[in-house]
Every structure is written in structure tokens, then in C-alpha cells.
């Protein structure tokens, strides 16, 4: 399977005038244009997911996936429900939605997967896949906008999205609903009087779209909390969008660029942008703000390590790394399989080798490649006080782990055949364990011994040892 | 006609939390309990407003939310399913509730003849919010008396608190005038907590109560202060304080129920009534009833 890609991006305007009222107003008939032939460029791309974050699915706990595969109901928008009713019926693809859910986890996220007969999609994705997905033939995923998220978090979540894309070898198209300027007028106008509501708006709005025209796209990223403060309307801690989009695109400054249409939607700015992921061969970029690549939580703004179980321990873990054992470069003797993207050994011993038509790997654990983070969290502090932890997290990232390590050599895990476990609380954490091994190597079917010891070395719950038959 | 009265006036705050660990038969989820020390506010509320005569409920939910002026359900009845948006693990609440359009309508012109921003809502395909569907349950559970649901306009976010005061003080006196004209016995209410910052994780078991607490401090001394103010009868206070209160508690106040209610009770300057306090993942919310009809006894 060749790796995922992002074929294309879109920006799109929200609101349902272009749905159930194009033809009152020359400026939303050609937004609506606008969005027919984005509709006809994915059609050509042959893209087959649609990733849509929406700025008008607000969450508060974590971010939110849609994982209903079949959502049908009639929205009805807030303002402008004299417009009509908008009837949808989508195709979800859920299975795409879990994994992202799984991804942002194994990347210190807080998310969660939705799925409720009669859940309200949101005006900006009802809007977005009615027109770009007309026949409903290519499969989406939508996700929310967290209200309390910032940059890193809304970045860390598109690259969880990207880990899926790649893996999964989906040729994906990346779509925000969003507005430009997000002011609207606040009393009732008629159709033919829309017009962007300031001045200041317009021309911000225009310096928006010569950026992303030009395929600048992670230099208006790095421009959102100015666009927030300029003008934005206060409805959200951050403008977020650009963040996710750009991330969703390497935080690019060379794209192919260009805006199918701006106008104004009841005083706010509408725009159909079209990024193209081919080389512009312009745009060189100055990052002001650090790439970030693991969620770090909040840093304990709110809650205590007693009662916050998840941000609070990826901090931990994250401050712990320079404490744990030393780490060591993998050895290299005759059949040794090593990789990067795995987590460095604790000692002299390389990740896996290879014997014959057998494949050995040494124990792996859930750490992260790179960083060192525990997903779940330590199982206790520098001090050795004991901390609550996510055993299922852990026990994820360690199959990813040993996922990792096996493609490294050019096996799959269909062939492991046996696996032996190391929990160091078997009362505690065998189920959660039993549980994600249930969904992952338990589909595979190797023989299992599952064993009680006292530690490891360094804060984690759960360390497998795994052995593959390679056959011939 | 004339001969209209508001009877009693409440914040009554709509954390769907407190539907679901009551297990209606209305609600899909079902809860082992939690949040008891507000759902029994709930209950204290209802037996003080037992022995009230009264014609319809007049609402207005921060989670109808608005940009462009304020709207009403305009049509008789509304019945759907109402799945929280942020909380679908502990909302899916099947509803079948009424509407006295005359008196919503009377509103409406009365608002409009202010000069204010106004439509009514006669989509039938409109889905009345969670915050009016869990204040109504919470407040009337047998769903007997007819509604008047308005939205929240979110001059907030567009202009500051202070014109958000501005125009539902304006709204308020609207509503008592279009109420007093109507004949009609109706209760208010504000569907909004006090302080609300969110915690942004969720316990394994939602109505664990050994996770619930306030964000912080500062939400709980805000809180309290406005709890204070209240009991003393000292509604222009909470008036004049409004901005700050809503910056700095973050609070649901920003959606204009709080400013609307004082103001449609003509800024009461006798005591409410608290008959409960709690917090749900970490906001301050509170249920709270300035008794009119006794104050109007009182000084008869």
C-alpha cells in the first residue's frame, strides 16, 4: 500500500445561503459556483476521504469525531432558519474516525468519537458536504473545534489525522468550514444589500486570500491570533482553522494557490480557497513559533495531578524523560532490525533481529520515539510517587510500537506468533490490557503469556516481548 | 387587556448533567445519580412554586444563540430529539413541548416597537436547544404549561458585556410591559450558571462526584459574591458589576439571561431565594427564586 497524501485543501464559507439561497444574491450564487467546481476537482483528484474541521462544531472535552457512518436528520440554522431546512444523509467513514481518535491519544490529545442517532451536525459541515460531496460517494470524517484549544493542540490534532491518512493510504482532501472576518450584521438586511461589513474587514480578508493565493499557507497559520484579534468576533478563544489546515499540510509555505471566490454572507467573509499541494516554487518561510509535535496538556492551569488523568501525566512524562535510564543507540550486530521510529533502547540491544525465517524483538514498550512521552502517563513521578495512568493508552502505543518495528522489517504483524507480557500491576491493569489486546494482536492470533513482575525500567505499566515467523 | 404579573422570576441554570443523572424516561443514557445537591435545589424550587398559579413560562437559553437580533419560537408545538452537541454521552432527550405564541408574539412587537432586532422562528423543522430543554425539564417536569422561548444574542462577542447589558435591559423592560399587557401569570426564567469554566476532561464515569469541584478559586469567590448580592436583594449590584463578573468568571452571563431576568423583574431590590449551589465539571451554577408574589403581598 502506497503512503496517504493530502491531494488537495479547501477553505469554504459556512453559512446555508449558499445551500438554500443562491440565487437571491449575484455574491452567494458565485460562492456557490465556486463550490460546484471545487465539488468537480475533488471529483477529478479521485479523492477518497473528505477531513472536515468545522468552526461551528464547538466542543469542550477535547476534540470531537464524527463516527456515525450513516448521520441522516434536517438542520435548521440558528439565524437563518427562514431560509429552509437543509435535509443530509452522509457517508462517515468510522472506521477512519476511531483511528484518528486512537492517533490523537497516542499523541497526548484528549478526543472521542460520536456516534448518536439524531446528533446535530453543524451548519458548516452540513453545508460543506451537501455541496463538495453532492453524491455522497466519497466517505468523510468531521471533527470539532475545541474552544479552549490553541495552536499546539489544534496542531498536534491535524498531525494525529495526517499519522492516519499516511498509514491508511488514503488519498484525502482537508477542508475547514470557517469564515474570514466572522462579523455579520447584526440586524436583518435585505438579500441584495450584503456587503462585507467593514472596511477594515475587507481589506484584511484580502490580505488573507493574496496569501493563500500565493500558497502561503503557514504564514496566515502563523498570522491567526492577529486575524483573531482584527477582526474576529469574539465567539471562540482562537482562530483555529488555519492552524489545523496548515499542519494538514507539512506548515507549508509553497503551495498552489487560488481563491474561486470571496464575498460577503450577511456582513461576513465567505471565501472558496483551493490549495493545491504541488510546489509553487515560491514562498520561503520564517517560523515564529515552534513546531510541536506531542500535545503537552495544560500544564495544570485547572486541576491538580490528583484529578487531571490525562495532560497532567504526558507533562510528567515529558519532564521525566531526562531522568530515566540513559538511552542508547541500537547495536547493529549481523540480522539486527533498527529504527528511528521507534523508541532508543535502554541499553546495548537493537530493536529486533533476525534469525533465519524468525524475527525477535527485544521487550517495547509504549514510549515515544523522539520524545519519550508515556501515552497514558508514567506510572510514578522523579520522586517515585506512584500516578494514575492510562493503561490502554499505554498498551496502544506499545502494539504501535512493535507495528513500527516490524515494518521496519518488512514483515507485517500477521506473522507474530507469539508474545509475551510484562504488567507490573496484573490486578490493577490486566483488563484494560486484555481489552486493547483484544482489538489489536488478538485479531491476529498469536499464542499469549501474560506475566506479574515487580518493574521496568523506566515509568510504564506494560512491555512485550514478541516473536514472528517470517516464513519463506 | 392589562392585568398581567410576573410571578416569580429564577435562574435556573441547564447543565444537561443534571437530566441524565435524574434518568427521565425522556433521556436515552442512564446515570447512577450525581449532581444531587443541585437536582434537590431543583426540587425545593418546584415545591416553592407549587401552590403559584401561573399561565406560561418565559425562557431564555444561551445555547439558541443568535447573531442577528432575537428570535422566538413561533410555532404551537415543537417536537423532536434534542442530542447535546458537547455532551451526547448524557443528552438525547426525546421532547414534546408547547408554545404560547400569543404571548411570545406580544413580546416580539412590544421588542420590536423598542426598536430592537426581532423574527420569530416558524421553521417546523427547527430544533429547540438543550439549555431550553433541560431548564423546562428541571423546572416543570410534567411539560403542562406553555413556553415563550427566546434566543440569546451574542452582543457580547460582538461589542462587550456592556452593550449586551444595554440591549437586555432594553429587552427586559420589553418583556414586563408585553407580560403586564397580556394578563396572563408567568414565571421567568434564565438559563445560565454563574461561573463557567469548563474542565476540558471528562471522568470515566461522567457523574463521578469525587471529581466535581470548581476550576478555581477565583470562579468560587465570583460566585459567591454574586450569590451574596442576590440573597441581600441587591440586584443593581450584580448590574453594575456585570462586566467584570462575566470577564473575569467567564461566565454564562454573557449571553444576556442574567442581565434579562433582573430587568424583566424590574431589579429587585428584595431578597432571593437560593435553593441550591453546585458545580458541574467545574462551573459555578446556581438555582436561585425571587419570590415576586410574596414581595407584591408584602407590600400590599
Redo the contacts between chains.
Keep these: 500500500m502506497s503512503e496517504g497524501e493530502i491531494v488537495a485543501s479547501f477553505v469554504v464559507p459556512v453559512h446555508p445561503h449558499t445551500v438554500l439561497a443562491p440565487e437571491q444574491n449575484p455574491g452567494w450564487s458565485r460562492l456557490r459556483a465556486a463550490m460546484d467546481e471545487a465539488a468537480n476537482t475533488i471529483k477529478e483528484l479521485e479523492a477518497d476521504l473528505l477531513i472536515i474541521y468545522s468552526t461551528t462544531?464547538?466542543?469542550?472535552?477535547?476534540h470531537q469525531l464524527q463516527a456515525d457512518p450513516n448521520p441522516e436528520w434536517?438542520m435548521?440554522d440558528?439565524?437563518f432558519?427562514?431560509l429552509?431546512?437543509i435535509h443530509y444523509s452522509f457517508n462517515i467513514d468510522a472506521q477512519f474516525a476511531h483511528a484518528w481518535n486512537q492517533a490523537n491519544h497516542e499523541r497526548g490529545l484528549?478526543s472521542r468519537c460520536?456516534n448518536?442517532?439524531?446528533?446535530?451536525i453543524?451548519v458548516g459541515s452540513v453545508v460543506a458536504l451537501t455541496l463538495l460531496n453532492p453524491d455522497n460517494i466519497i466517505p468523510a470524517v468531521i471533527v470539532s473545534s475545541?474552544v479552549?484549544a490553541n495552536r499546539s493542540e489544534t496542531t498536534v490534532m491535524a498531525k494525529a489525522c495526517l499519522d492516519v491518512v499516511k498509514s491508511t493510504g488514503r488519498k484525502a482532501v482537508a477542508i475547514t468550514a470557517m469564515s474570514l472576518s466572522n462579523?455579520?450584521?447584526?440586524?436583518?438586511i435585505e438579500a441584495g444589500d450584503d456587503r462585507i461589513h467593514s472596511l477594515k474587514d475587507d481589506e484584511w480578508n484580502r490580505k488573507i486570500l493574496e496569501f493563500l493565493s500565493e500558497g502561503r499557507l503557514e504564514d496566515v497559520g502563523q498570522l491567526s491570533r492577529t486575524i483573531q484579534q482584527q477582526i474576529r468576533?469574539?465567539?471562540v478563544v482562537a482562530f483555529k482553522p488555519m492552524w489545523w489546515l496548515s499542519a494538514m499540510n507539512g506548515n507549508r509555505n509553497d503551495l498552489t494557490g487560488q481563491v474561486l471566490a470571496y464575498e460577503a454572507i450577511?456582513g461576513a467573509g465567505g471565501a472558496v480557497v483551493h490549495l493545491d499541494p504541488t510546489p509553487s516554487g515560491q514562498g520561503d518561510k520564517e517560523y515564529d513559533e515552534d513546531d510541536v509535535e506531542y500535545f503537552h496538556g495544560?500544564r495544570g492551569v485547572?486541576?491538580t495531578a490528583e484529578?487531571?488523568?490525562?495532560?497532567e501525566d504526558i507533562v510528567e512524562a515529558m519532564e521525566s524523560k531526562s531522568s530515566g535510564p540513559e538511552l542508547w543507540e541500537p547495536t547493529k550486530a549481523e540480522g539486527s532490525v533498527n529504527t528511528e521510529s521507534a523508541p532508543k533502547p535502554v541499553g546495548a540491544y537493537p530493536h529486533a533481529r533476525r534469525v533465519g525465517d524468525m524475527l525477535f524483538l527485544s521487550g517495547v514498550g509504549p514510549r515515544q520515539p523522539g520524545t519519550n512521552a508515556i501515552p497514558g502517563g508514567p506510572i510514578h513521578d522523579k520522586e517515585g510517587e506512584p500516578m494514575d495512568y492510562d493503561i490502554k493508552a499505554q498498551t496502544h502505543a506499545v502494539v504501535e510500537n512493535v507495528r513500527r518495528i516490524v515494518e521496519e522489517a518488512g514483515a507485517s504483524m500477521e506473522q507474530i506468533v507469539d508474545v509475551t507480557t510484562f504488567l507490573v500491576d496484573m490486578k490493577r491493569d490486566f483488563a484494560g490490557y486484555n481489552e486493547v489486546w483484544a482489538e489489536t494482536l488478538g485479531l491476529v492470533g498469536p499464542t499469549r503469556t501474560t506475566l506479574a513482575i515487580d518493574a521496568l525500567p523506566t515509568p510504564i505499566a506494560v512491555e512485550m516481548k514478541v516473536i514472528l515467523h517470517l516464513g519463506q | 387587556m392589562g392585568g398581567g404579573k410576573i410571578v416569580a422570576g429564577c435562574l435556573a441554570p441547564h447543565p444537561p448533567h443534571l437530566v441524565y443523572a435524574e434518568n427521565p424516561p425522556q433521556n436515552e443514557p442512564v446515570a447512577e445519580g450525581g449532581w444531587e445537591q443541585l437536582r434537590w435545589g431543583y426540587e425545593r424550587l418546584r415545591e416553592s412554586l407549587a401552590d403559584i398559579e401561573y399561565d406560561a413560562i418565559v425562557l431564555l437559553s444561551p445555547h439558541w444563540q443568535t447573531y442577528v437580533g432575537t428570535h422566538f419560537l413561533g410555532l404551537p408545538n415543537f417536537k423532536s430529539l434534542s442530542v447535546d452537541p458537547v455532551f451526547p454521552n448524557l443528552f438525547r432527550y426525546h421532547y414534546d413541548l408547547s408554545i404560547d405564541v400569543d404571548l411570545a408574539k406580544a413580546i416580539h412587537d412590544e421588542a420590536q416597537a423598542s426598536g430592537m432586532p426581532v423574527k420569530m422562528m416558524e421553521n417546523p423543522d427547527f430544533r429547540v436547544d438543550y439549555g431550553t430543554i433541560t431548564t423546562g425539564h428541571l423546572f416543570n417536569p410534567e411539560w403542562d404549561k406553555p413556553l415563550v422561548v427566546l434566543s440569546s444574542n451574542r452582543s457580547t462577542a460582538y461589542y462587550s458585556v456592556e452593550v449586551m447589558q444595554e440591549m437586555m435591559i432594553e429587552l427586559g423592560k420589553a418583556t414586563r410591559r408585553a407580560i403586564e399587557a397580556s394578563g396572563k401569570r408567568v414565571v421567568v426564567l434564565a438559563s445560565n450558571s454563574l461561573s463557567h469554566r469548563h474542565f476540558t476532561t471528562e471522568s470515566e464515569l461522567p457523574e463521578d462526584m469525587s471529581k466535581e469541584h470548581i476550576t478555581s478559586h477565583a470562579m468560587h469567590l465570583w460566585d459567591m459574591r454574586m450569590i451574596k448580592y442576590m440573597r441581600d436583594g441587591e440586584a443593581q449590584r450584580i448590574l453594575d458589576e456585570m462586566p467584570e463578573f462575566t470577564e473575569q468568571a467567564i461566565a454564562e452571563s454573557d449571553g444576556g439571561g442574567l442581565s434579562w431576568l433582573l430587568s424583566t423583574l424590574d431589579v429587585p431590590d428584595y431578597p432571593a431565594i437560593l435553593h441550591g449551589y453546585g458545580t458541574i465539571i467545574g462551573t459555578g451554577n446556581a438555582i436561585v427564586e425571587w419570590p415576586c408574589h410574596k414581595h407584591e403581598e408584602e407590600n400590599s
Excluded: A, C
Excluded at chain 1, 57 to 62: D, E, F, Q, R, T
Excluded at chain 1, 183 to 188: Q, S
Excluded at chain 1, 307 to 311: A, F, K, P, V
Design positions: 462544531w464547538p466542543s469542550i472535552i477535547g434536517v435548521v440558528h439565524d432558519h427562514d429552509g431546512s484528549q460520536v448518536y442517532k439524531g446528533f446535530p453543524d475545541n479552549y462579523r455579520m450584521f447584526t440586524e436583518f468576533v469574539r465567539k450577511h495544560e485547572l486541576d484529578t487531571n488523568e490525562n495532560g
